[in-house]
């Protein structure tokens, strides 16, 4: 397998639409790495880069060793799967997973077994035989996969391989891809717009916005840590509340948006010691609210009244408002919940996040 780099890499159309912009990331070997981010983030423009489908305006990609910037698609050694499966209706499936090592002049009883040991890792040896419209989707996303595996590459590449699935099944393939990268012990390269997908199947994430990458990080780190306001608020479902307000310093340390007050504690105040503006971003995620019956805390308050509640069987999702504010929790009982009721809140003071309103970069102390 092999390590995949790129320095500085951009992507310009028509001279004025920058894709992709002086993306620089290193991906070692044998990792599986995420491209996440929303429509026109530039993530499937920068996975067609690597594979030699869009041409490189400026910067260099390396697969190894190798400069590949000037290589055709068919000499860089990847495979590629895509979102539409890709297979041609008149062959057979062996013939489909068979098809570019044929091309490649390959030996009948070397293709034999390629696609014998393909097809026996991901349990599809009772298909061989039939055509891709005799197939579910998920039988054909397996022929897919199955055509990139026969080729044995350095990197293999997704492009939204499960977007056309529905929800059970996408469940199952990610899991099965994951299985594979371990068995495979390969190089991957996986574009999607879902955050579950990025979160559950990345060794480390890549989050894209307007073509600059935004953060590189584990996806444990990504949620807890994020750089910024927009890596807070894509990562997570559901996504962090953001307030913006104002701080006060008479006494204890106050934050004061435009419908509640909070005090914040000696956690939240140490880290913002650095900060010498008195604006600020709060960020809650909805599962670090609590309700509370008492109110006697240590940990800051306030109240809110309860718009609307979706049971999602084990926990529950509450969409709130506080004057003109809006915002989620998530808990995992129904007790002192009811639409149109008033709930006091209490925030785990350790789990606030604070950005600077003006570069939406996370404040640490």
Not at 66 to 83: C, G, T, Y
Not at 218 to 224: F, V
């Amino acid at each position: 397998m092999a390590r995949v780099t790129l320095e500085s890499v951009s992507k310009v159309y028509d001279k004025k639409v920058h894709a992709v912009q002086r993306v620089n990331l290193d991906i070692p070997d044998k990792e599986f790495i995420v491209l996440v981010g929303p429509s026109g983030c530039g993530k499937s423009t920068l996975l067609r880069m690597i594979a030699g489908l869009e041409e490189i305006t400026s910067g260099t990609v390396r697969i190894g060793e190798r400069v590949v910037n000037d290589i055709p698609p068919k000499d860089r050694n990847i495979a590629m799967v895509f979102q539409n499966y890709a297979l041609y209706p008149h062959m057979t499936v062996f013939d489909n997973m068979a098809f570019g090592l044929k091309l490649r002049k390959f030996s009948k009883n070397e293709i034999k077994k390629r696609v014998a040991d393909a097809a026996a890792l991901l349990g599809i040896e009772a298909l061989l035989d039939r055509k891709p419209k005799a197939l579910s989707g998920g039988q054909r996303q397996r022929v897919a996969v199955g055509r990139a595996i026969v080729r044995q590459p350095l990197v293999f590449l997704f492009d939204e391989p499960l977007s056309n699935l529905d929800a059970k099944l996408r469940v199952q393939m990610r899991i099965e891809i994951s299985k594979l990268h371990r068995r495979l012990e390969s190089t991957m390269i996986y574009v999607t717009h879902d955050q579950v997908e990025a979160m559950t199947m990345g060794d480390k994430i890549v989050v894209l916005k307007d073509g600059f990458i935004q953060q590189v990080d584990s996806p444990i780190n990504l949620y807890e840590k994020p750089a910024n306001l927009f890596v807070a608020g894509f990562i997570g479902s559901p996504a962090m509340n953001f307030f913006s307000g104002q701080l006060q310093k008479n006494g204890n340390l106050k934050f004061k948006s435009k419908s509640f007050e909070i005090t914040l504690d000696t956690t939240a105040e140490n880290r913002l010691k650095k900060h010498d503006k008195n604006t600020v971003v709060l960020g809650i995620r909805p599962e670090h609210f609590s309700l509370q019956h008492q109110t006697e805390s240590n940990q800051p308050q306030f109240k809110a009244e309860i718009e609307v509640i979706e049971p999602m069987g084990n926990e529950m999702f509450a969409y709130l408002k506080c004057g003109d504010e809006h915002f989620t929790i998530r808990t995992n009982t129904m007790e002192g919940l009811e639409v149109g009721k008033s709930a006091r809140l209490q925030i785990d003071s350790r789990k606030i996040h604070f950005f600077d309103p003006d570069n939406e970069r996370v404040i640490t102390n």
